[in-house]
C-alpha cells in the first residue's frame, strides 16, 4: 500500500513556458501533500506543502506565483512551473502522509525531472 | 532554531556493518526518520523512531537517544547496492507545519567490493 505516483517522469519544455506536474496517491488519502525540489547532489528542498481544499504553504524564498500548486481532491496535487527558466530545472518530487499508519511517515513519487532549454 | 548534522561521504567493504549518525537540534520533537535514496531516484522510507532505543528491521537497525538528541542508521552485511544516500529527517512540532520534516543533507554511502 502507500503508493505515490508522479507524472509526467520527463519533461523537457523551453523557457518561457509552463509545466504542470501531476502528484497521484494510488491507494489512499491525502490531506496534505509536500512538494520538494532536489539539485544534483543536494539534500531536498522542501518548497510548499499543499493541503487539500485549501491554499498551499510556501517555504520562504519559494515564489508562490511561479509555483502554483492545486490540491483539489484527497488524491491529486499539481505544481505548475509558470514562465520556466534554465534555472528551474531540477528534480521535483512530491510525497504525500499515510495518516492511517499512525507513524505519518511521506511517501514519495517517482520524481519529474524538469530540463529547460 | 533546526539543524540535523550527519556525516557527508563514507565508504565501506562489502559484507561489513556501517553506522551513519545523525544529531540535531530542534524545539520540539515529534519523531525521526531516516530514507534511502539511491541517485536519481526519489527517497524510500527505512525507518521510523519517535521513543528511545533500538527499532530493528531486517539487515537495518535504527536507534535513538531523545536526551542526547542522536541517532544513528546501522547497516548490517552490506551489500554493493547499499551505495545510495542516506537521508536522516525529524518532524518537529513546532516547525509551524507539524507535517513536515526537517532534512539532514544526507550522507553518501560507497560500498566497495
Known amino acids: 500500500g502507500a503508493v505515490v505516483s508522479q507524472h509526467p517522469s520527463r519533461v523537457i519544455c523551453k523557457s518561457g513556458t509552463s509545466v504542470k506536474i501531476e502528484c497521484r496517491s494510488l491507494d489512499f488519502q491525502a490531506t496534505t501533500m509536500f512538494w520538494y525540489r532536489q539539485f544534483p547532489k543536494q539534500s531536498l528542498m522542501l518548497m510548499a506543502t499543499?493541503?487539500?481544499?485549501?491554499?498551499?504553504?510556501?517555504e520562504q524564498g519559494v515564489e508562490k506565483d511561479k509555483f502554483l500548486i492545486n490540491h483539489a481532491s484527497l488524491t491529486l496535487s499539481t505544481l505548475t512551473v509558470t514562465s520556466a527558466h534554465p534555472e528551474d530545472s531540477s528534480f521535483y518530487i512530491c510525497?504525500?502522509?499515510?495518516?492511517?499508519?499512525?507513524?505519518?511517515?511521506?511517501?514519495f513519487g517517482p520524481g519529474t525531472r524538469l530540463t529547460v532549454t | 532554531g533546526q539543524n540535523i548534522d550527519q556525516p557527508t561521504e563514507m565508504t565501506a567493504t562489502e559484507g561489513a556493518i556501517v553506522q551513519i549518525n545523525c544529531t540535531y537540534q530542534t524545539s520540539g520533537f515529534n519523531g525521526l526518520f531516516w530514507y534511502q535514496q539511491h541517485a536519481g531516484e526519489a527517497p524510500t522510507f527505512l525507518s521510523y523512531?519517535?521513543l528511545d532505543g533500538l527499532e530493528e528491521k531486517g539487515r537495518f537497525s535504527s536507534f535513538l537517544s531523545r536526551s542526547k538528541g542522536y541517532s544513528y542508521l546501522l547497516l548490517k552485511e552490506l551489500q554493493m547496492k547499499d551505495s545510495a544516500s542516506y537521508l536522516c529527517a525529524v518532524r518537529d512540532y513546532n516547525a509551524g507545519n507539524n507535517r513536515k520534516l526537517i532534512w539532514g543533507l544526507g550522507t553518501s554511502l560507497a560500498v566497495n567490493p
Open positions: 510525497s504525500a502522509d499515510d495518516t492511517e499508519s499512525g507513524v505519518y511517515e511521506q511517501y
Open positions: 523512531n519517535v
Open positions: 499543499s493541503n487539500e481544499g485549501s491554499k498551499a504553504t510556501y
